[in-house]
């Protein structure tokens, strides 16, 4: 287990990420209206993990989504793309006119995210379970390459059902890729109904730590102790043991109306709700 | 007991997992020739699912251990950590039994390689009914009509070493991920060095031309197929023959050739015939018309007995004899 967390952070860097955190499901619920269905929730629940990963966290170069050193981000939980979309735009890596045209006749952004058509986007995704032997292939391949990068591999709490998972969990620890930072987003629901009704995943952090895994739990919606965490795990030196943070989540955080409720995995708002939905999301999500 | 000790005390005539590679030159072929690529710069890495043994990587893991990755039985995560190596510009070689690469891996093959266009090469080795009696489990008479059907995938079924290797040297610029059909390693010899310098991925090879008919032949059918139609040939029987090692991109000119010069064309794989080589033939054939009749000589769309490898060649007449067999029955007036 890597040492607490003692950094705190500033109020300026957590009031703007906080910010993006606001502007990412702004920017979902717009790019959902022009696809007309999407998953909202899924979305919301990881918006303030993306914020942290893209706005202090990771290492990128702006307009340069090839850059060899840049830190690697994988979607395991890719139907909730429709949240990196904006960010890679903000990025300089997708034009806005693209963004703007997302999921229409030809245009590279679908529901899930493809690397074939995106620059930015690491590794396709879609289905669930491949994305941890990904981000540990890059790991490897970043020592093959002499490269200091991280992988980061967001995955899902249903996505923990997948034996490749756990394939990919015991790989990793094997094979010493402690530049792989997984983070889960625990938001507790799937499709069907809540993750431990459907397929129960307990104990979790147990399970991890057993695979050989540093893990960490945290709230998810937490900017100010997401943030200083992730920062400690990406900045670790000649890390060995990879690290999972598990995150624990509202899925459809920040519309009240839509938190834990099993129908907004997939779905689509009018003008009406649409507006309201906006309107708790600039209040920071109070009811 | 240390192996040292263990190798003492047995006699020379007994042999381990260890001694395998010795009786298999096509799987020594794989490392030897991973290891020159290794050598002149190329950015090879190689991984295996706990079958470095069986299918020779011990040599490369000795030779190249930081480009080497034993990812244990775990094929699914193996195929698509390969594909993550990949996206840095890395050439991963994955070998796995051939009855659970392109099998338990399918979807991983199809998403994170071949639609991600990835230059990851996929070999599975033990392919058709090489494992024998060990079991339908591991029997592969489907592999090539699985990863026939994916877009933007390479399938190639090298004869013997001498072309396992010329082909993984082809490979090296080739600008599609592959996946390679291979036998044990022991497949006979056909091909000297010298006669594979202008291999090329994609382009038959012409080994007989005949007028009373053509055989086409992929992989391990090449050499008994190639000693059928030359006893025939005593007999005055002109058969040709066209070593199909590509299946995709299938050499569509050969084939037509074939359906030009006469008599009818039989297709012999060691795989189901459904979906394979001969029905990547005849689909070459119907799409341009060609009346020619086709025979598709090979597992007949059911599961392979056990027995031991040449017992199973012999019954489902994919040795030389059967072949013969199966060409006579082709082509009226011959007896074989």
């Known amino acids: 287990m890597s040492a607490p967390v003692t950094e705190a952070l500033d109020d300026t860097t957590a009031e703007l990420l906080e910010e993006k955190a606001k502007f990412i499901r702004r920017e979902v619920i717009r790019l959902i209206s022009i696809a007309k269905v999407g998953h909202y929730a899924s979305a919301f629940s990881c918006a303030e993990i993306i914020a942290a990963l893209y706005y202090d966290v990771m290492n990128l170069r702006e307009g340069e989504p090839d850059w060899p050193d840049r830190d690697r981000f994988m979607f395991g939980k890719g139907h909730a793309a429709v949240a990196q979309y904006p960010v890679l735009a903000e990025w300089g890596f997708i034009p806005e006119d693209v963004l703007n045209e997302y999921t229409r006749l030809g245009n590279p952004l679908g529901d899930h995210p493809d690397m074939t058509r995106v620059p930015g986007v690491d590794f396709s995704s879609g289905s669930i379970g491949h994305a941890l032997s990904a981000g540990l292939g890059m790991a490897l391949a970043g020592r093959v390459n002499g490269r200091e990068y991280n992988s980061f591999v967001m995955l899902g709490d249903g996505e923990q059902n997948e034996g490749q998972v756990w394939e990919a969990a015991m790989s990793c620890a094997h094979h010493k890729a402690g530049r792989v930072i997984a983070i889960i987003d625990r938001n507790r629901y799937c499709l069907d109904g809540e993750v431990d009704e459907v397929m129960g995943i307990e104990p979790l952090a147990d399970k991890w730590r057993a695979f050989g895994w540093d893990v960490h739990e945290v709230d998810g919606h937490d900017i100010r102790a997401l943030t200083p965490l992730l920062r400690q795990l990406a900045r670790r030196e000649d890390p060995e043991v990879p690290a999972v943070v598990i995150a624990h989540t509202v899925k459809g955080k920040g519309v009240p109306f839509m938190e834990q409720e099993i129908g907004w995995h997939l779905g689509w708002l009018n003008e009406e709700d649409e507006r309201?939905?906006?309107?708790?999301?600039?209040?920071?999500?109070?009811a | 007991m240390s192996t040292a000790q263990s190798n003492q005390?047995?006699?020379?005539?007994?042999?381990?997992?260890?001694?395998?590679?010795?009786?298999?030159?096509?799987?020594?072929?794989?490392?030897?020739?991973?290891?020159?690529?290794a050598d002149e710069g190329r950015p090879v890495v190689a991984l295996t699912g706990d079958l470095k043994y069986s299918n020779g990587l011990v040599k490369f893991a000795e030779k190249n251990p930081d480009r080497f990755f034993n990812m244990g039985i775990s094929e699914q995560n193996m195929?698509?950590?390969?594909?993550?190596?990949?996206?840095?510009?890395?050439?991963?070689?994955?070998?796995?039994?051939?009855?659970?690469?392109?099998?338990?891996?399918?979807?991983?093959?199809?998403?994170?390689?071949?639609?991600?266009?990835?230059?990851?090469?996929?070999?599975?080795?033990?392919?058709?009914?090489?494992?024998?009696?060990?079991?339908?489990?591991?029997?592969?008479?489907?592999?090539?009509?699985?990863?026939?059907?994916?877009?933007?995938?390479?399938?190639?079924?090298?004869?013997?070493?001498?072309?396992?290797?010329?082909?993984?040297?082809?490979?090296?610029?080739?600008?599609?991920?592959?996946?390679?059909?291979?036998?044990?390693?022991?497949?006979?010899?056909?091909?000297?060095?010298?006669?594979?310098?202008?291999?090329?991925?994609?382009?038959?090879?012409?080994?007989?031309?005949?007028?009373?008919?053509?055989?086409?032949?992929?992989?391990?059918?090449?050499?008994?197929?190639?000693?059928?139609?030359?006893?025939?040939?005593?007999?005055?029987?002109?058969?040709?023959?066209?070593?199909?090692?590509?299946?995709?991109?299938?050499?569509?000119?050969?084939?037509?050739?074939?359906?030009?010069?006469?008599?009818?064309?039989?297709?012999?794989?060691?795989?189901?015939?459904?979906?394979?080589?001969?029905?990547?033939?005849?689909?070459?054939?119907?799409?341009?018309?060609?009346?020619?009749?086709?025979?598709?000589?090979?597992?007949?769309?059911?599961?392979?007995?056990?027995?031991?490898?040449?017992?199973?060649?012999?019954?489902?007449?994919?040795?030389?004899?059967?072949?013969?067999?199966?060409?006579?029955?082709e082509i009226p007036g011959s007896t074989s």
């Not at chain 2, 007994?14 to 030159?25: E, F, G, H, N, V």
């Not at chain 2, 490898?309 to 067999?325: D, F, K, M, S, V």
Request: with cysteine; proline share 5%.
């Open chain 2, 79 to 329: 195929v698509s950590a390969a594909a993550g190596l990949a996206t840095t510009g890395l050439m991963p070689f994955v070998a796995d039994f051939a009855s659970f690469l392109p099998l338990l891996c399918c979807e991983q093959i199809r998403t994170d390689v071949a639609y991600s266009q990835l230059p990851v090469r996929l070999i599975g080795h033990h392919a058709g009914i090489t494992l024998g009696f060990y079991g339908t489990s591991h029997h592969a008479t489907e592999d090539l009509a699985i990863t026939r059907s994916m877009a933007g995938l390479t399938v190639a079924a090298p004869t013997d070493p001498a072309m396992l290797s010329a082909a993984i040297r082809a490979s090296a610029d080739w600008p599609e991920p592959i996946y390679f059909r291979i036998g044990r390693g022991r497949e006979p010899k056909v091909y000297e060095e010298d006669e594979l310098a202008g291999f090329e991925l994609g382009k038959a090879i012409w080994l007989r031309r005949g007028s009373a008919g053509t055989v086409i032949a992929t992989g391990s059918t090449v050499k008994p197929a190639r000693d059928a139609v030359e006893r025939l040939a005593e007999d005055g029987i002109d058969v040709g023959l066209i070593d199909m090692h590509t299946i995709k991109p299938i050499d569509a000119e050969a084939i037509l050739e074939a359906a030009g010069a006469g008599g009818p064309i039989l297709t012999v794989e060691e795989h189901n015939v459904l979906g394979g080589l001969g029905g990547a033939v005849a689909e070459v054939l119907a799409d341009a018309g060609a009346g020619t009749r086709l025979r598709r000589h090979g597992i007949q769309d059911e599961y392979s007995l056990i027995g031991p490898p040449t017992h199973l060649y012999a019954h489902y007449r994919l040795n030389a004899a059967g072949i013969e067999e199966v060409i006579c029955e």
């Open chain 2, 9 to 37: 005390e047995r006699s020379q005539a007994s042999w381990t997992l260890l001694d395998l590679l010795d009786q298999a030159p096509g799987l020594k072929a794989l490392s030897d020739t991973l290891n020159e690529l």
């Open chain 1, 276 to 286: 309201r939905a906006l309107e708790y999301i600039e209040q920071g999500g109070a």
